[in-house]
């Protein structure tokens, strides 16, 4: 039998504009129009971000269950919506230093929509775009907190390493405090150092020893931000992980060809089946991590 590749698409993120994409999806049933698409090409899992009528982001619990509510009306992939915002909107507030910071308790209210999964920053990372530093707090007891209502809402975490620390410290700690059970769904995101102090280039090398560095009993995914996003992903297939895509990381398809989040996933999935697998459903994948079956 060959092996089932999990894809998730990133259709929306934090970060991007449609001035950068005329393609990227910000309001709910453009949302969940393009996921139902993607699903039907071989997507299996959602990384969602929500964003507001202007298009700037938010955690807004009631525009996520609404995001969610008509994804699921329109398909079965697994739904994991972000805690982690993005760098403007409601997400970010101004400091008497001047410096910008991404408000945690408004990234709390993520986790307040009915997601199956919800993305895990376990660490604190200054952000610069568009000239601002952003600084993105998710102190040791913040991740006690935000683990702990997962914990009783029923969501799995979706851990999101940056570099070998991310992996080592809060991530391990908090799946020996038992927040988790395996298999532990880790997504290791390269290729954000301009951004994000601490990111991590994407290089063969650097994949291979985070990859080495997770906790046992973890499944992976990659994320890789651009033009890495192509190498990345081929060698997490081949290293046995799982592929993340979608207009959060990578908003071109090729030189001057602006990506549509249906082009990732189908050249993804075309790749995996190259490659002799295939891709998972999202009622395979729900198996393979861990969660109920939809009911």
């Known amino acids: 039998m060959s092996r089932k590749v999990m894809v998730t698409v990133a259709p929306t993120g ?7 994409n005329p393609h990227l999806p910000t309001q709910p049933e453009e949302i969940a129009e393009t996921l139902k698409n993607c699903t039907k090409a071989g997507a299996s899992i959602a990384a969602i971000h929500a964003r507001r009528a202007d298009d700037q982001a938010t955690c807004d619990p009631a525009i996520y269950k609404k995001i969610n509510d008509l994804v699921k009306e329109r398909c079965d992939i697994i739904i994991n919506n972000s805690t982690g ?4 909107g409601d997400v970010v507030v101004q400091r008497s230093d001047g410096l910008w910071e991404s ?16 993305t895990f920053d376990g660490f604190t990372v200054a952000a610069t775009f568009d000239g601002r530093e952003i600084i993105v707090p998710t102190t040791p007891s ?4 935000l683990a702990t209502a997962l914990q009783e ?3 799995k975490p979706e851990w999101e390493v940056f570099n070998p ?22 997504n290791i995101v390269l290729g954000a150092e301009r951004g994000f102090q601490g990111g991590m280039p994407y290089s063969t090398d650097v994949l291979s020893s985070m990859v080495s560095l997770l906790p046992p009993q973890s499944v ?4 890789a931000i651009g033009n890495a996003q192509l190498p990345a992903t081929t060698q997490a297939i081949l ?3 799982h592929v993340r895509v979608g207009l959060e990381d990578n908003l071109m398809y090729a030189r001057g060809v602006h990506a549509t989040n249906e082009m990732l996933v189908e050249r993804q999935v075309r790749i995996i089946r190259e490659l002799g697998m295939e891709p998972a459903s999202p009622a395979e994948a729900r198996e393979m991590i861990g969660l109920p079956a939809r009911r």
């Open 239 to 241: 290293l046995g992980g």
């Open 153 to 155: 809402k029923g969501i």
């Open 142 to 145: 913040q991740c006690n907190r």
């Open 165 to 186: 620390a991310h992996i080592l410290q809060d991530l391990t700690r908090l799946i020996k405090a038992g927040f988790d059970k395996p298999p532990y769904y880790v």
């Open 103 to 118: 408000d945690f308790e408004h990234r709390m209210l993520g986790i307040e929509a009915e997601a199956e999964m919800a």
């Open 85 to 88: 915002g993005g760098i403007d």
């Open 220 to 223: 992976f995914c990659v994320s």
């Open 14 to 20: 934090g970060m991007a504009k449609k001035s950068q």
